[in-house]
């Protein structure tokens, strides 16, 4: 999508703190992070939503939790613990159109969250 922030991103068009990715997947860290570690993990190929890609290409789902969790344990907060979140639609508090996965850690989180 030519208007797509994250899809810029993915196309290198748009600088951004990259800290992995896999064949199908990007992982960089959130500008605006809402923990000390602030990950979010995109698919490369537009999808609006996760359920989009859950629904299209389970592979691909799987393949963006892999890459959560790798990048957990290059953060340091697999052991300790962190919150995986994909906020679906204007409700859900989604506010870029494009499948994404936050990645937050490295402090305590609570419940509920916020």
Avoid at 8 to 16: L, V
Avoid at 23 to 47: C, G, M, N, S, W
Avoid at 65 to 74: G, K, Y
Wanted: one cysteine or more; charged letters at 15%; glycine letters at 12%.
């Amino acid at each position: 999508m030519s208007d797509c922030l994250f899809c810029a991103i993915s196309a290198g068009d748009i600088p951004a703190d990259i800290v992995a990715r896999s064949d199908q997947a990007l992982a960089f860290r959130d500008i605006d992070p809402k923990a000390p570690v602030h990950i979010l993990i995109i698919p490369t190929e537009h999808y609006d939503d996760v359920p989009a890609v859950a629904e299209a290409d389970p592979g691909l789902a799987g393949e963006l939790l892999a890459l959560a969790a790798l990048v957990a344990t290059q953060e340091g907060v697999a052991a300790s613990g962190h919150r995986l979140v994909a906020n679906t639609g204007v409700e859900g508090g989604q506010s870029v159109g494009h499948a994404h996965i936050h990645l937050l850690g490295g402090r305590g989180l609570g419940w509920p969250p916020g």
